[in-house]
């Protein structure tokens, strides 16, 4: 009998809840606005009420949903099922959302920090599917960076659960300040806040004079704005994406020294700018780390180190979350 | 009954075959120049001799030898039971050794990474000892910077067996030129070697009389002198120190963001020095990782994260090794 579960993205602007077989399969999938604003009462009702629309068309009394896996943007308190710290969802910290939910809807609920949904879902579904491979590192690359470990086939959460903040490796031991109080963290080279902060000191030094006018027009300009001007050759848009290849490639190429896996795999919005980026990133992880080219030169090639993009967009959270719920009501 | 394993350190110059019990009591160690120069096989013959001699002392009918662990300084393929790479041991690439030597003795044999075999042992009768832990990132300080991650109580070896090459990790991006390929690794800033090259940078700029007479009288001078001379006062010498503990600081921020363990320790023969760069080393660590910070300041004290020096010293291997052939065997 196929199981089922449901996943919850609970992002900062959109709400989606999604219930999913164990197949892999998305059935079906509701996206809301979350409406933060309105409080995190009616964030959980508009929650639970599509939770439950979903379970009613899906849910079998002999194979009802198998759990409700939650990916939130922030840091997760596992064992008393809260959210510890959330700049996107303010006045979450502290409210029991685990037991809350569990008490209204009678189902195991889980929750779990969204790039760990995330990369628990490529890792099933998406780019580490058929590979046979238990361990797989997700770097999301959106506003900000997030990390996620799957190690020996587990989210590797850590003693507090906040491990995987991969966006905050020294890439610049010197570098930009970065709000979590460091120096030159990869967030501040990968992110599309970063894009967008280096497009704005590219034009401040009158070097660019494409994106001085894309500004003028726009100054509001995207990073995916920027991209576009790269994809149709403006060289000082080209050298941002240059960088942020650059500072993803010496962060990878370092926990691909430290952590020997199978695969890395880069997701979030910025990744679509991927063959912008890539050629300076591959360029870095094959000079600075000699496990990636012992790897990758072995005969053997199974056994190779695979860099690739993440598959599954934002479809990849929802998939990691209720594969999460199935495998704990397990 | 207490079981009883041996546990091997096969250095570059030295071998240690110990005797270990499962309470971690190190009931006898033999102690030879490994002589690598005259080739494996006569190195093979020496442990093989030392094994049987302390099998002979230790073992009984009803409680034999559990097995062999051997700490080998270098890449070790774990499925073929061979060294992959190893500088320090010439000639010893495809060997297959734990096959030569379980034959030989017809006991269980394990080959594991040096670094990893000490990761294991501090974890286990250590720093780690009593923590409750199951966790530990252990950083290696001798003529290189090694590694060993024990993650969810077992050693993680990654892919290929080639994880936890912390030395490689970047920490300054137009550092260092370093061996492995790379620029500004670990290892350019916080091994004996890398001492030794500072201080000589700075006798060369001219800045450092001290140093400077010493080196005219010992041109041979090691990190541990160096360490004297910092310790006496002088200057020179206390900023290389200074500039080893930033780098170690910098390189254990990120770790700290990325695996979030309860415990890290510092090994090796330049830990020794533990009180001229782990002021410095702490500094960056505090200002550079939002983890250690968050759970530093968490009231719940067994969720701290610890920055420890090793305590094992080089028994730490052979206890690790000892402990890993016992749990092998069972």
Same mark, same amino acid.
């Given at each position: 009998?196929?199981?089922?579960?449901?996943?919850?993205?609970?992002?900062?602007?959109?709400?989606?809840?999604?219930?999913?077989?164990?197949?892999?399969?998305?059935?079906?999938?509701?996206?809301?606005?979350?409406?933060?604003?309105?409080?995190?009462?009616?964030?959980?009702?508009?929650?639970?009420?599509?939770?439950?629309?979903?379970?009613?068309?899906?849910?079998?009394?002999?194979?009802?949903?198998?759990?409700?896996?939650?990916?939130?943007?922030?840091?997760?308190?596992?064992?008393?099922?809260?959210?510890?710290?959330?700049?996107?969802?303010?006045?979450?910290?502290?409210?029991?959302?685990?037991?809350?939910?569990?008490?209204?809807?009678?189902?195991?609920?889980?929750?779990?920090?969204?790039?760990?949904?995330?990369?628990?879902?490529?890792?099933?579904?998406?780019?580490?599917?058929?590979?046979?491979?238990?361990?797989?590192?997700?770097?999301? %690359?959106?506003?900000? @960076?997030? *990390? /996620?470990? !799957?190690? =020996?086939?587990?989210?590797?959460?850590?003693?507090?659960? $906040?491990?995987?903040?991969?966006?905050?490796?020294?890439?610049?031991?010197?570098?930009?300040?970065?709000?979590?109080?460091?120096?030159?963290?990869?967030?501040?080279?990968?992110?599309?806040?970063?894009?967008?902060?280096?497009?704005?000191?590219?034009?401040?030094?009158?070097?660019?004079?494409?994106?001085?006018?894309?500004?003028?027009?726009?100054?509001?300009?995207?990073?995916?704005?920027?991209?576009?001007?790269?994809?149709?050759?403006?060289?000082?848009?080209?050298?941002?994406?240059?960088?942020?290849?650059?500072?993803?490639?010496?962060?990878?190429?370092?926990?691909?020294?430290?952590?020997? %896996?199978?695969?890395? @795999?880069? *997701? /979030?919005? !910025?990744? =679509?700018?991927?063959?912008?980026?890539?050629?300076?990133? $591959?360029?870095?992880?094959?000079?600075?780390?000699?496990?990636?080219?012992?790897?990758?030169?072995?005969?053997?090639?199974?056994?190779?180190?695979?860099?690739?993009?993440?598959?599954?967009?934002?479809?990849?959270?929802?998939?990691?979350?209720?594969?999460?719920?199935?495998?704990?009501?397990?």
């Amino acid at each position: 009998m196929t199981r089922i579960a449901i996943g919850v993205d609970l992002g900062g602007t959109n709400l989606r809840v999604a219930v999913v077989d164990d197949s892999g399969k998305l059935l079906e999938a509701i996206t809301t606005e979350t409406a933060v604003a309105r409080g995190r009462e009616s964030v959980v009702d508009e929650m639970c009420a599509a939770v439950e629309r979903l379970s009613e068309r899906h849910g079998r009394a002999e194979n009802p949903i198998a759990g409700i896996g939650i990916g939130v943007p922030g840091i997760i308190d596992m064992d008393r099922g809260m959210v510890r710290e959330s700049p996107n969802l303010p006045g979450w910290h502290d409210f029991p959302v685990r037991d809350a939910i569990e008490k209204r809807l009678r189902t195991h609920v889980l929750l779990e920090n969204d790039a760990n949904a995330a990369a628990f879902g490529e890792q099933w579904m998406g780019a580490g599917k058929d590979s046979g491979f238990d361990g797989l590192c997700m770097i999301t %690359l959106g506003t900000g @960076v997030g *990390g /996620g470990l !799957v190690l =020996g086939g587990k989210v590797h959460h850590g003693m507090t659960g $906040m491990a995987a903040e991969l966006g905050h490796t020294t890439v610049y031991a010197d570098g930009h300040r970065c709000k979590c109080g460091n120096r030159g963290c990869l967030e501040e080279y990968a992110s599309a806040t970063a894009v967008q902060r280096m497009a704005v000191e590219a034009v401040s030094a009158g070097i660019a004079p494409e994106l001085q006018k894309a500004m003028a027009a726009n100054s509001e300009l995207t990073a995916h704005q920027i991209y576009q001007l790269a994809q149709r050759g403006d060289l000082p848009s080209r050298v941002i994406y240059d960088k942020l290849g650059t500072a993803l490639g010496i962060a990878l190429a370092a926990w691909i020294n430290a952590l020997n %896996l199978p695969m890395y @795999v880069i *997701g /979030g919005g !910025v990744s =679509g700018a991927w063959d912008a980026f890539a050629p300076a990133m $591959m360029k870095e992880i094959k000079s600075r780390s000699f496990v990636y080219r012992a790897t990758n030169s072995d005969p053997d090639t199974r056994k190779k180190t695979i860099v690739a993009r993440a598959v599954l967009g934002g479809d990849a959270g929802l998939l990691g979350a209720a594969r999460l719920a199935m495998l704990a009501a397990h």
